[in-house]
């Protein structure tokens, strides 16, 4: 289906997990201006929404008809599939007839969760993403990029980092548009860089040197335990630098193109408007 072809949908209330985060945040702005009722669930918003709590659920879904789920830290951590399959089995009692799903690229437990989603028996889109380049900007690489050093157990493997305002536009297209139920898009940028490289193009954009050491997986863990890195966030990182960036995701995808009918963000766009922003 083409971009053109998707029609707008009677408005809906969406209830955003995860709606301070990344995606969640941009989510929920584009859905408030298009004039969408929206509920951002977190642990300081009224309802409180806790992850850990199931208790405090279906108080979130009083009167929701399509669910974001991002679920924290990462559907690839143990107890994410079982706590994925408790929500939507929620959220089908409680009447919530469309689920979007932020997926991650080659983990075997984030693919079961999407197994989930798409067995539940509701409308779905799944939004199976590569590495975000805000990662850089908004996450744990702002630090080190800001000092001007960045290690990482990352070397020539190259991912197709990709932008999160793409991924909030092709999640709000899935909310708010016909067309997208029981698509998968695979969402990656246009071009595939490594680590190095890519730090090397925030280098040149800013104008300033920032060098790139690659480390070993031991190194890294050992490094973030200095900073105070909690635990269960370091087997996370390592388990992403040291099982998903293997290789097995050094491919380019369509899901942005065929979601919205245009080509998706390069990384040096979002390099340079991020370096024109001060934000390195």
């Not at 709606?19 to 669930?41: C, E, M, N, S, Y």
């Not at 790139?212 to 388990?239: H, R």
């Not at 193109?257 to 340079?272: I, T």
Request: proline share 5%; hydrophobic share 40%; net charge negative.
């Amino acid at each position: 289906m083409k971009a053109n072809e998707h029609t707008q949908q009677t408005l809906q209330t969406v209830l955003v997990l995860g709606g301070t985060g990344k995606t969640g945040r941009r989510i929920a702005q584009q859905l408030t201006a298009k004039g969408w009722p929206v509920r951002i669930a977190s642990r300081s918003a009224s309802p409180s929404f806790d992850w850990n709590d199931q208790a405090t659920w279906a108080a979130n879904m009083q009167g929701v008809d399509a669910i974001y789920i991002s679920y924290q830290p990462d559907l690839a951590v143990p107890g994410a599939t079982d706590t994925i399959r408790a929500l939507v089995r929620l959220a089908k009692e409680n009447g919530v007839s469309k689920l979007v799903l932020l997926s991650g690229r080659g983990e075997k437990e984030a693919q079961e969760c999407e197994d989930i989603i798409k067995t539940a028996g509701l409308r779905w889109t799944i939004l199976r993403c590569a590495w975000f380049n805000q990662n850089f900007s908004e996450g744990y690489l702002l630090d080190p990029l800001l000092a001007g050093h960045v290690a990482l157990p990352a070397g020539d493997v190259k991912e197709p980092f990709v932008d999160v305002e793409d991924i909030a536009d092709v999640a709000v297209a899935a909310l708010t548009e016909t067309g997208h139920d029981s698509q998968l898009y695979e969402l990656t940028g246009p071009r595939l860089l490594s680590f190095p490289e890519a730090v090397a193009e925030i280098s040149r954009a800013t104008g300033k040197p920032i060098a790139y050491q690659q480390v070993s997986p031991a190194e890294y863990k050992d490094m973030l335990s200095t900073f105070g890195i909690p635990d269960d966030y370091i087997w996370l990182v390592n388990y992403l630098f040291s099982e998903v960036l293997d290789g097995r995701n050094a491919h380019l995808s369509d899901g942005v193109q065929r979601a919205l009918g245009r080509p998706a963000r390069e990384f040096s766009l979002y390099a340079a408007e991020e370096a024109g922003k001060g934000t390195w």
